[in-house]
């Protein structure tokens, strides 16, 4: 194929090596003449492992050129590879000017130069939104399109990390490409032939907020592990060994366990741990501004999905909330986040009914019970059984635990699943 790349930054000299060493023809498009020159020297305008050699051979096989101008370079071409920079506005957005003038200097040159059957992959960093409202609207102003269109738009992050990009490019941990329509795109899929990685092809949206999330666990990661570790440190405890223990853990601790988005955390157990690791912390003087967040970032997402339960409904609605306890087949009721729902349910003014077959209001012992009467004095009135449920009519069912025994309902009822965001 022939592959032209515009932005030979650290994304896209990286890929154009790769592309080269894979026997397609490349030629990288950057305003930098220094750069470009460099690159036609045979000299990397980078410090990475093995880029060199990669460059080196491209070159001698003539597979690698730079220019600065698109020139007559798009003719022929197969792909092409978006790779400028958007770097961050003084606000915090990301500065789109570079991402625009490209996407009209390639809109412009096949307009002008009549050509057809080019896809457009952009890898830079967009916010979510970016293709439908600013790429297509300045594609379409432009190029006179046909059935099937003369360029088809694809977002593909890139997921090279420093000092190993060379070897990420050939074993990413995920492909992820996203479509008009969430289809593959033929081009794609023959670049990546050969790459052995889990490949999800999605629509734009859901591809380009995909480095966000990446990017912001990875930071989370490492505040986390650095508040764990002042703790630790200011606790005469080893940080090295307890980091050796939380990782060892590859069941719950890492692992996609926990990291549905969905609902609210709760129970006897996180809640109360992470008031106590903080007091700990502040006991101790030490400052936990992420693991201080965690309550509160709770808070507002139990508010979240009672917003989600009850938008549209008119006020004195009936719901029937399927599932109380905080966990599926536990009569476990102590700070589970559907118990809150349904006081904000009532406080509301509709009417609401609970089926849950765990829990049993006269069966509730200990701090069970008291949590439970304390928070809900009406339980007893709440709990509904098949035979209520068969004989009411709803306006709408909550189901706050996926693996709760469903029931059947008539047809037309609503049912929002709060378990489990779609």
Request: proline share 5%.
């Amino acid at each position: 194929m022939k592959v032209i790349i515009f932005g030979l930054g650290y994304v896209g000299f990286t890929a154009g090596c790769c592309i080269a060493s894979q026997g397609h023809t490349v030629v990288g498009i950057d305003v930098n003449d220094k750069k470009v020159a460099a690159i036609n020297n045979g000299e990397a305008p980078i410090i990475e492992p093995k880029v060199t050699e990669l460059l080196r051979d491209a070159r001698a096989a003539n597979t690698f050129q730079a220019d600065t101008q698109i020139g007559s370079h798009l003719d022929g071409a197969d792909l092409v590879l978006v790779c400028v920079g958007t770097p961050s506005a003084p606000e915090g957005a990301h500065n789109m000017r570079y991402i625009a003038e490209v996407t009209r200097q390639i809109a412009q040159t096949v307009q002008e130069r009549d050509l057809s059957g080019l896809s457009v992959a952009y890898r830079s960093t967009i916010r979510p939104g970016t293709i439908h409202e600013l790429i297509l609207p300045i594609i379409n102003s432009i190029v006179t399109d046909t059935n099937p269109p003369r360029i088809e738009v694809v977002y593909n992050p890139e997921f090279l990390r420093e000092g190993s990009a060379v070897d990420d490019y050939f074993a990413p941990p995920k492909i992820v490409t996203g479509t008009k329509d969430s289809t593959p795109n033929a081009t794609m899929t023959a670049l990546n032939e050969g790459i052995d990685a889990p490949r999800f092809t999605v629509g734009f949206r859901e591809a380009e907020i995909t480095k966000f999330v990446d990017n912001s666990w990875h930071a989370l990661k490492v505040a986390f592990a650095n508040e764990v570790g002042r703790t630790c440190l200011a606790n005469d405890i080893s940080a090295k060994q307890v980091h050796e223990i939380f990782v060892s853990d590859t069941k719950l601790n890492i692992s996609p366990y926990y990291l549905r988005p969905g609902g609210a955390f709760g129970g006897s157990c996180l809640p109360k741990d992470v008031r106590a690791l903080q007091y700990i912390a502040a006991d101790t003087g030490v400052n936990l501004p992420m693991i201080n967040s965690l309550l509160r970032s709770n808070a507002a997402h139990k508010h979240a999905l009672f917003d989600w339960a009850v938008a549209g409904l008119d006020q004195g609605a009936r719901i029937l909330m399927v599932g109380l306890a905080f966990k599926a087949g536990t009569d476990d009721l102590r700070e589970s986040p559907h118990v809150d729902l349904a006081r904000k349910i009532m406080a509301a003014g509709h009417t609401l009914d609970v089926f849950d077959p765990a829990v049993k209001a006269d069966m509730l012992v200990g701090a069970n019970l008291g949590y439970a009467f304390s928070a809900l004095p009406m339980l007893n009135r709440l709990l509904v059984d098949r035979d209520q449920i068969a004989a009411a009519k709803y306006d709408r069912v909550l189901v706050n635990n996926a693996t709760v025994e469903q029931l059947q309902m008539p047809e037309g009822v609503d049912v929002i699943d709060l378990g489990t965001l779609p």
